[in-house]
């Protein structure tokens, strides 16, 4: 069995005035995940500065351990990794929980598939309802075999490696950076080229670490919004510093609040700005949203820039589903900003945001509606006639991260507070959310 989870916790924010200060979220998910991944896999010592620690990356750190790796914290942010080297990953004794952490446990898959080991692969409620065969019928064709699946290819699963995973060409079948990295890190151990093919670029961290340790892996574009992202197999993975810079999805929180809390003006800095992480950026402004850049720079291969956003009158506008990839985890803030513009805002092809920690989508409408929010689900799009918001709603979370920070941002600027059933997940992906947002202002019981 997996974990069980703490009892659920309720948490309210209530309208606190204007939001005033300068805050640096956590190092980014995204690459966290991929630092301890990829320090499995290098020989020598991976050291990192600036990880999360939120329970998804401490999922896929210990997994590392199980594999093979040492991994150890020196002091906040402050880990280092020695690998056990590509090719040779020792079969895990225990079961790799990888709790709510969809990115952990898909791209583990791809990592297992390429060695001749078994690993066993579960998590908890809400990563046992995600889909998994979206990952496993890629890694077949590259020679893994499932021995062991919960109805619909779900966890808990048994994946057995391969010893010498074959070369393939893999075309996406939806815009997923969890399905390019699952199979390109099942293709690092293969005598051949890997070649994966997707029509809508998603999130390219993989492809840059690939690099930055040693491989050679190109990319080049495909068709209007793609890429073709080729890989040599059995690289010489060596050890290299990572830097994490900090995640914009978690910035995206603080910086929504101040655009709808009258009078905020903060500053949230180091934020990662790589296009294709940009798109609820892009769309705020479009809305009119107060948001400049300043000190842009480097920061661990990333570029980053302190953003200052100060509290706006926002317009409803049309989002692209041609957007979705580079803003896929930031609709639910998108629709909590909806909220408070005026007019209509449609968020266009959001299917992906149905197989996430929750069904996204519905849990989005459900808490608009809660909270007295006109919105309306046709097809794949959701959208949301703002103006305002009474509050006043009780909201369930579905042991969703992003749906429960979300909402406690909305409860900030609405007209009554609104509560969430469960805050405990937010230690997933930014466990120091409610002692920033206090830093800010933000008042929450
Ligand atoms: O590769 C990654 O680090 C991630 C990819 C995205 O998932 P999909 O690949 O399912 O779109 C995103 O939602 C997730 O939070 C992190
Ligand atoms: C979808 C998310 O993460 P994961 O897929 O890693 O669970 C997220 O963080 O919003």
């Known amino acids: 069995m997996t974990a069980a989870h703490a009892p659920a916790a309720p948490l309210a924010a209530a309208a606190s005035g204007p939001l ?33 620690e939120g329970e998804d990356v401490l999922r896929t750190a210990q997994a590392a351990r199980q594999l093979g790796a040492k991994v150890v914290r020196h002091s906040p942010g402050s880990w280092s990794v020695w690998g056990a080297g590509l090719g040779s990953l020792l079969q895990p004794v225990e079961t790799l929980d990888f709790g709510n952490a969809g990115t952990g446990s898909r791209l583990m898959m791809g990592v297992v598939a390429g060695h ?3 690993a066993r692969f579960d998590g908890d409620a809400s990563l046992r309802k995600r889909p998994m065969k979206r990952i496993l019928d890629p890694l077949a064709l590259q020679g893994a075999q499932v021995l062991e699946q919960a109805e619909g290819g779900r966890l808990p699963l048994v994946l057995q490696g391969s010893a010498e995973p074959l070369p393939v060409e893999y075309k996406t079948p ?44 190109t990319s080049e574009s495909y068709g209007p919004h793609g890429r073709k992202i080729t890989l040599e197999g059995r690289p010489e993975l060596v050890a290299r510093p990572v830097r994490v810079p900090a995640d914009p999805s978690s910035a995206a929180f603080p910086l929504v609040a101040a655009l709808i809390a009258p009078g905020s003006d903060i500053v949230v800095e180091g934020v990662m700005t790589n296009p294709l992480r940009s798109g609820l950026l892009t769309t705020l402004q479009e809305m009119g949203a107060d948001i400049t850049l300043d000190n842009k720079r480097e920061e661990g291969g990333e ?28 609709y639910p803030i998108l629709a909590v900003a909806a909220s408070f513009a005026k007019g209509e805002t449609r968020m266009r092809g959001l299917s992906e945001l149905r197989v996430k920690e929750s069904d996204r989508l519905a ?68 466990p120091s959310f409610r002692p920033l947002m206090e830093s800010l202002g933000a008042r929450f019981s």
């Open 20 to 52: 005033s200060g300068r805050v640096r979220p956590p190092g980014d998910k995204s690459v966290s995940h991929r630092s301890m991944i990829f320090g499995l896999l290098a020989t020598g010592e991976t050291k990192v500065e600036g990880l999360l």
């Open 303 to 330: 570029e980053v820039a302190d953003m200052r956003a100060r509290f706006s009158s926002l317009s409803g506008v049309d989002v692209p589903a041609a957007r979705a990839p580079s803003m896929i985890d930031e």
């Open 363 to 430: 849990a989005i409408a459900a808490g608009l509606k809660a909270n007295g929010v006109d919105c309306e689900i046709v097809g794949d799009d959701l959208i949301v006639r703002g103006g305002g918001v009474s509050g006043g709603g009780l909201v369930e979370t579905h042991l969703d991260h992003r749906i429960a920070m979300s909402f406690l941002v909305m409860g900030l600027a609405a007209r009554n507070k609104v509560t969430v059933d469960d805050e405990t997940m937010i230690a997933t992906s930014f």
């Open 174 to 217: 939806v815009a997923s950076a969890q399905i390019k990295s699952a199979v390109l890190l099942c293709g690092l151990n293969s005598p051949g080229r890997t070649i994966v093919i997707e029509a809508e670029a998603s999130r390219d961290h993989t492809e840059k670490m690939l690099a930055h340790f040693g491989a050679e892996v």
């Open 116 to 118: 001749p080991i078994v």
